[in-house]
């Protein structure tokens, strides 16, 4: 089936550095991922929506600037969170659709402490 | 956009009886109903879905019922085990076949099994 990797699992930073996440599917062409954020005990809220080789598209109160996101190509998918803050703290989780993948597939999520 | 909305919060039964979680949505443009199982610090896990056109779906000891008219989606478990025990979610979207939109989340059941 299809597989999603998603590194790091969990990072730890200080406040005012920049964290990268990637997002990888392995065994299909991911036309559009996700980004998702999950608060401790919350639902998951989408963030973000990238097409490969498109601007994401980021919904209503997710900053653009502090949540960069790039779709280079139809497997790799990256999240930078600039400048981050306590607040910035989360669980984050990607997910990829393609033409040959069912429904959504998820990533592992990596855990984001910012200190 | 979508709005979903999942009732119980939390949901405790005793081993072997049957659970059962009901969402409803706002959108009736929607036609893909996922339900998700999260255990604590992982990815969700798809355990079943159905689409628009049909009204119930079964695999194994899961099912999952969908009233358009209405616009609500039930997910069933009979014989609950142990290990059923975690957090479930349902979703909505409206799935063009390119999987273009993320998914709206409810707000997640907390499912325990009771010895």
């Known amino acids: 089936g299809a597989v999603v990797s998603q590194h790091p699992s969990w990072v730890i930073c200080k406040s005012g550095t920049s964290v990268k996440i990637e997002c990888r599917s392995l065994?299909?062409?991911?036309?559009?991922m996700f980004w998702y954020r999950q608060f401790p005990k919350q639902s998951l809220m989408l963030m973000a929506t990238?097409?490969?080789?498109?601007?994401?598209?980021?919904e209503q109160g997710v900053e653009k600037d502090k949540f960069l996101i790039n779709h280079a190509s139809l497997t790799l998918s990256t999240l930078t969170v600039t400048s981050a803050h306590p607040e910035d703290s989360s669980f984050y989780i990607c997910?990829?659709?393609?033409?040959?993948?069912?429904?959504?597939?998820f990533g592992s999520g990596t855990r984001l402490t910012v200190v | 956009g979508e709005n979903v909305e999942q009732h119980p919060s939390t949901l405790s039964v005793q081993e072997g009886d049957s659970a059962v979680i009901k969402c409803t949505y706002s959108?009736?443009?929607?036609?893909?109903f996922p339900w998700y199982k999260q255990e604590l610090g992982k990815r969700p896990q798809l355990i079943i879905d159905?689409?628009?056109?049909?009204g119930e779906k079964k695999d194994q000891r899961i099912a999952v019922t969908l009233n358009k008219t209405a616009k609500h989606f039930s997910l069933h478990i009979t014989e609950t085990q142990p290990e059923d025990s975690a957090v479930y979610f349902c979703?909505?979207?409206?799935?063009?076949?390119?999987?273009?939109?993320?998914?709206?989340f409810g707000k997640g059941t907390h499912l325990i099994i009771q010895p």
């Open positions: 959108d009736s443009a929607s036609n893909y």
């Open positions: 065994d299909f062409q991911a036309t559009t």
């Open positions: 159905i689409r628009s056109n049909v």
């Open positions: 990238s097409n490969e080789g498109s601007k994401a598209t980021y």
């Open positions: 997910s990829a659709t393609g033409l040959k993948a069912y429904g959504y597939t």
């Open positions: 979703a909505a979207i409206l799935s063009s076949g390119g999987g273009a939109d993320g998914l709206t």
